[in-house]
């Protein structure tokens, strides 16, 4: 019996995205090629990503949540202009000083960040 497609029936709706609880790591060429520049809201929820160099194929991006992953303190973010939420609870971020010049620097639109501390919020706020 084939393994079980965990990106079947992924589709675009009002600019949303979603493809938490999946149980993936990365996020497939195709869909990235498929969906990247169209996608203005994408939820990552629930997985095992520790990467998001991928974001790079979503450059229109106005929300993000990787909620309940694997990030950790060294996940590089690539420039997403057009952010203005990121939520990342429940990862394994320890130091967020790193993700947060990241967050400054290369998300300039970005009006609202957390991380299950709440320290990354307060940050974002207080630049």
């Not at 589709?11 to 497939?28: F, I, M, N, Q, W």
């Not at 060294?74 to 990862?91: G, I, Q, R």
């Amino acid at each position: 019996m084939a393994a079980e497609d965990p990106f079947d029936g992924v589709k675009l709706e009002h600019g949303t995205l979603s493809l938490a609880y999946r149980g993936v790591s990365e996020v497939p060429q195709a869909i990235c090629e498929r969906y990247g520049s169209l996608t203005k809201r994408l939820d990552l929820s629930h997985n095992d990503f520790s990467s998001l160099a991928f974001l790079s194929a979503f450059p229109n991006l106005t929300e993000l949540v990787v909620d309940r992953n694997q990030i950790g303190n060294d996940v590089e973010l690539p420039s997403l202009p057009h952010l203005t939420l990121f939520s990342a609870n429940h990862n394994d971020i320890s130091d967020v000083e790193p993700l947060l010049e990241q967050l400054k620097s290369n998300c300039p639109a970005l009006t609202y960040a957390h991380a299950e501390t709440g320290s990354l919020w307060r940050a974002v706020h207080d630049r």
